[in-house]
């Protein structure tokens, strides 16, 4: 099983970014798929969950309405499009499964938001 997030990037507070990451390995249309971040200093926090087949999302408070997770079973990823970032959205993005009981991790991808 493998995850490979990208997209991550320098934003401005208010602008937009989206994250990808692509899998293989398993069947990805059978497998719900997460966003985590984790900020300096603090533990990882789950950020947005989607389900396998598209139909069902949830969101941090924190991001919720700001924002949005998808994915395309045909290309094997899941994104994480994000709106009006804000310098509390700094943080190291993984995406990650749950895949015969074991959970699963990408290496993450940095989005910095800072004027």
């Known amino acids: 099983v493998q995850l490979v997030e990208s997209g991550g990037g320098l934003v401005q507070p208010g602008g937009s970014l989206t994250v990808s990451c692509v899998t293989s390995?398993?069947?990805?249309?059978?497998?719900?798929m997460n966003w985590y971040r984790q900020s300096p200093g603090k533990e990882r926090e789950w950020v947005a969950r989607?389900?396998?087949?598209?139909?069902?999302?949830g969101y941090a408070d924190s991001v919720k309405g700001r924002f949005t997770i998808s994915r395309d079973n045909a290309k094997n990823t899941v994104y994480l499009q994000m709106n009006n970032l804000q310098p509390e959205d700094t943080a190291v993005y993984f995406c990650?499964?749950?895949?015969?009981?074991?959970?699963?991790w990408g290496q993450g991808t940095q989005v910095t938001v800072s004027p």
């Open positions: 989607i389900s396998n087949q598209n139909d069902m999302s």
């Open positions: 990650s499964t749950l895949y015969r009981s074991r959970l699963y």
């Open positions: 390995g398993f069947t990805f249309s059978e497998n719900a």
